[in-house]
Structures are given as structure tokens and as C-alpha cells.
């Protein structure tokens, strides 16, 4: 029988994100998989993905929906793999993020911000 | 006394992916590292929510690597079948675990033949490569190209095999178990291929932890995860899958660990191709997709994550791909302080790194 | 050491693995994923190839708006060879459109003729021509299709004034 796996999805805001992971993240039980930004058309949804180790049936996603000009802070202190994906959510999208280097994944030359809806080519 | 910035750079004679390093030096000791990583960035993301409609996305993403194509288009195939609601039967099932365990061998053979190669020992390099053709026989006869198979589609597969093609493999498969049997004897016993792989960059099972890697890095230290235990996308303990773990975290033990699932791989499709269901190979197809979905395979390099969202259109919303490569670089940076540079090759190598999936 | 010493003097006396290959031969394998041939006399036009191709290498150019005939052209040098078109063709039973086991060779000093390849390649000469003949296609493609849609409409504006009046 396949086991098909429940997301479990909590509502968080800029502020309260780092301490909540803090609380909720332990090394050998939660597996932390990427950061995901989605483009809603004007606003920006941010998803924290974690999976656990040696269970199929649950997926936990912290979710926030921000503005493009505000400041988005970094979990790094609590999982100190997360540099890269939050660098290209950075690049990507355009925004702000806390200890950031820019121009990674795009060229300083080229069209800033791609993944934003109404950048066209 | 000075330092000396040494680049191993996106030009280097013993690095077949463009990455580029810049390592500060003091004495041969290795104290600082900054990596480039964004050479090749060709923008699938972006092209598949503005260009190509839901049904042609498993020929984009297929395009994305080149050794673990079928793991891309399998996982965007999995996930629109979800948001779509189509069920598939078991030869479709059987047959589609059939190619990705076929792909799995091949990428790790071409993985230790190219640690061989860096290390020095060229000769065993060359037999590597040359054991590997009965695989490549094989995925032509059935696929129709040694590289790009196009294979999975969604609500099935694209062709259908015959009692002739069930032959042909059979014979190949036989041969290609003795042969690994005799190269994993030579990479066991040499001594001078010892004194070069064994004890160099070594991860401890807590480093494992502690940075999340994924693969089969991860399983050389004894750390237990693999995606096809932890999702259920294909019925893989019902053709006799085992996990395989070695214990010391060195370059050798990432070898030994290749070759082991090699030769579990050959077990595997030696029971498909005996115990083949009955059925049809395609299932009709209707509807657009709708939702949000979450999907997890298991790549020859570690876990691949898709997540896919639809509103009822032609174009999807949104396709975010997380590769294993991706969630390995942050332990790389870190292995490398306090290494000589010398073996800096032979750990970059042994993490069989995959640029143009990182960089997409 | 010693077993890989006896295992290269092995390979010093038997028969190479490689195949000497512009001086032999190398025949495809069976199963080969090659050109597209299209048969007009079967095709209904339905344009189901062109919707699904993914590179967008076959386009229909209308030619007569009366009957709805139109013309097909198709791209070898931007094609995939996956074989989708083939799969979507309601005629591909009886032989309208089907995949071949022959290679297309490269783009060097001739062009490919045959009749089953469409009407773009057969028209062109000059292999350094083929890319933007091909963009002029596209626009016909994009031009011919509108002219056609504001026709059918005209049509049947006409037809509802005569069945009122």
C-alpha cells in the first residue's frame, strides 16, 4: 500500500520564524530540506521545508507572506546549511536577506530578479 | 610567513564540472575556501511557468542533467499524476524501476572509473569504462539512446518490451555481475591505490548530522537515509532492495559503497525480468492540474526534491527543483580546512559532483 | 598489483573493443529513434503535432481557406527525436505519421531531400539559409492562422444573416 504523506502546514511571521525553528529543530530526528519562494502576484510566500528521518507519513512546512521591500532574516545560527538556498532566494526574487552575497547564480550584467511574475524577456 | 591563493579553477585538467574553488594556502595546508558555483544557469524555472504547458514538462526537465535524466522526468511525471488523480498499474510500475535501476548503475560505474582516473591509476580507469558498455547494450536496445532515454511519460511508459528484448538483457546483465565482481577485487586489494583513497576526508557520522547531507556521502559514514525507504513513489521492496552502509567515511568506503548497490541494482533487475505482471504500458489522460504536491526520489547522487503548484491552467504556477549536489556543497566547504592540497581533487571527486543539476 | 599485471597481458593478445568507424561500418541499432516521415494523402489536419511538440519543430502554413488545406513543414536540425508526435497522431496507425530508424546527417554542405520530409526542406539549397527561411516560416505560421480564424467567423456571421432573413 502506498503511504501517502500529510503536509502539515503552521502560519509564522518574519519575526517569530527563527525562534520557532529553534524550539522545533533536532539534529538527528528532522531532515531540513530547502527554502522555497512562490510569487502570488504582488505578494511573496515563503516556505520552510522539513522532512523526518525514517517516517513516511509526515512533511512540516512553515509558511509566511511577505512584502518584496521588507527584510528576511537568516536560520543560519540553527542550521548552519542553509546559506545557499537562502543566497538564491536573494538573487532570484530580488529581496533583501540577512547576511546575503549577491550576484551568485546571476551575472551583474544580465536582467536582475527573473523569477518575479512581471519580469518579461 | 605569506599566503598564496590557489584557484582550482572552472578550467582544470582534472575536473570534468565547472566549478571553481579558490583555496588560500599556507604551506601546503589548505586555511580558507570560496566557492562559484552559478556557471552554468540556463533558467529552466523560469521557462517552465512562462513557455511550456504541463504536458510537455517531462521533455524539459529531462534536460536538466544528463546522467540523472530519468530521475527528473520521473519526479515531475509522479508529482502532475498526483495533482491530475490518474492511477497506474503494475507493469507500468515494474517497468519504470527497470530503467531507473539500469541509469543507477551506469552513473555509479562512470563515477569510480573517474576517481580512479585522478587519483593516477589510469589503467584501472579504462577498465571501468569498458565493463560499462554491456549497460549502455542494453538501455539502447530498450530505450532507443544511450543518454537521453525520453521514457516516461505521463500515464505511462513510451514503448513496450518483448520476450526478445527480456533475452538480450538477461545474457548482458549475466556477464556485467562477473566483471564488477573482478574490479571491485582490484579496487579492494591494491596497495598503492590504498595509500592514496584510504583515511583522506573523512566525515564523521555526527558532521553527517549535523549539515543534512544526502546519498551516498552520507551512507559511507554509517548514517542510514535513503529516499526510496522514506517516500513511496515505486514498489521497491517488493523486487528485493536492502540499504548498504559502510562505516569509516573515507574516500574508499564512497567507492565500496557504489559498488555494493551496483551489485544489488543487478539483483534487483535480474527479479523484475523474472517476475514481469501483465498489462497495458499507457493509461488515458484528462484534466488539468490543480493543487500543490510534494515529491522525493532517489537520484544515483542523493535525494532530488520537486514541488509543484497548479490552478487549472495549461502553464503550471510554480516548479521549484532541489538537487543532491545542492544540499552536499555546504560539508564540502567544510572538509576542505586542514586537508593538504594535494588531495583536494580526490574529495571533490569522491562527492561525484553534478554542476549543471546545482546551477539550473 | 600483481592480478591487474596479468590481467593487462590478458588484453595484449585478444581482439580490440573499439570499432575503427569512418573506415567501417556502424549500422544503427535496432530500435533507433530517427527521422519523422509524414504521408499527406492520410493527414486530416487536426494539428494535434503541432500543439504538442516541445521545441516546436513542425508548423502549418494554411494555403487555401476554403478547403482548410494546409501545408507541413518540419525542422530536422530542431527536432528531439522523442517520438511525441507520433503517440498524439489519431492516424498513426495506418502510417500518416511515423518514426523512422535512419539518421539525419549533420548540417555540412548538403541539405536533406525526400518527399516525406514536408515542404521547407525541400525548398532550400543553401545549408546556411536554413535558420532564418525558418524564422519566416514561423511568422506565416503565426499570420496564416489569425487571417484564417477572422474567415471562419465572417463565414459564419453570413450564414446566420441568411437563415434570420
Sequence with gaps: MMVEPIMNIEEVTLENVVEKTKQFYKEDEWNFITVNGTDLKGELQIDWLFSKY?????????????????????????????????????????????????????????IQAPLRADTKF | MGKIIVPFGSQHIALPEPVSFLFETENEIITNVEAHVGYVHRGIEKAAITKFEFNQLPYLTARVCGLCSITHAGAVVHGLEKLLNIE?????????????????????????????????????????????????????????????????VIGGVARDIDSEIVEFSKKKLKTLKDNVLKIMDFNDSDYTFGLKTKGVGVISKEMATKFNTAGPIARASGFATDARAEYDYLPFEEVGYKMQLRTSGDVWARNMVRF??????????????????????????????????????????????????????KVLDRVRIRVPTYANIPILKELFVGAKYSDAQAIVLSFDPCMSCTAK | MLKMFIESFKNLCSSPETIKYPFAESPEPKGYRG?????????????????????????????????????????????????????????????????????????????????????????????????????????????????YKEYKKQQRLAKKKAATS
Excluded at chain 3, 82 to 98: H, I, Q, R, W
Design chain 2, 260 to 313: 555494493d548497490e551496483v551489485l544489488n541494482s543487478i539483483e534487483m533487475c535480474e527479479n523484475i525480468l523474472d517476475n514481469l505482471p501483465a498489462g497495458e504500458s499507457k493509461v488515458k489522460v484528462k484534466g488539468r492540474p490543480e493543487g500543490e504536491v510534494v515529491v522525493r526520489v532517489e537520484a544515483p547522487r542523493g535525494e532530488c526534491f520537486y514541488y509543484l503548484k497548479g490552478s487549472k491552467q
Design chain 2, 88 to 152: 497506474v498499474n503494475k507493469r507500468i510500475d515494474y517497468l519504470r524501476m527497470f530503467v531507473v535501476e539500469l541509469d543507477r548503475i551506469h552513473s555509479h560505474l562512470l563515477a569510480n572509473g573517474h576517481v580512479a582516473e585522478v587519483v593516477g591509476y589510469e589503467n584501472l580507469f579504462m577498465q571501468t569504462f569498458k565493463i560499462r558498455e554491456d549497460v549502455m547494450d542494453v538501455l539502447e536496445r530498450i530505450t532507443g539512446n544511450r543518454v537521453q532515454y525520453d521514457y516516461q
Design chain 1, 54 to 110: 525514517n517516517d513516511k507519513n509526515i512533511i512540516q512546512i512553515f509558511r509566511a507572506v511577505v512584502s518584496f521591500e521588507d527584510k528576511i532574516p537568516s536560520i543560519v545560527p540553527v542550521i548552519p546549511s542553509a546559506w545557499l538556498a537562502e543566497w538564491e532566494l536573494g538573487d532570484m526574487f530580488g529581496v533583501d536577506v540577512e547576511n546575503a552575497a549577491k550576484n551568485v547564480f546571476i551575472a551583474k550584467d544580465s
Design chain 3, 35 to 147: 527521422v519523422i516521415e509524414y504521408n499527406e494523402d492520410l493527414c486530416i489536419f487536426c494539428d494535434k503535432c503541432e500543439n504538442i511538440c516541445p521545441p516546436g519543430a513542425i508548423k502549418f502554413v494554411v494555403s487555401d481557406f476554403e478547403t482548410g488545406k494546409k501545408e507541413y513543414n518540419y525542422n530536422p536540425y530542431l527536432c528531439i527525436y522523442c517520438g511525441a508526435c507520433v503517440t498524439e497522431c489519431p492516424k498513426a496507425d495506418e502510417g500518416c505519421l511515423v518514426q523512422a530508424q535512419t539518421r539525419t546527417p549533420p548540417l555540412g554542405r548538403v541539405v536533406p531531400k525526400g518527399e516525406k520530409l514536408g515542404y521547407f526542406i525541400n525548398r532550400i539549397d543553401n545549408p546556411k539559409e536554413v535558420e532564418s527561411k525558418w524564422r519566416e516560416i514561423e511568422k506565416l505560421n503565426i499570420k496564416t492562422k489569425e487571417e
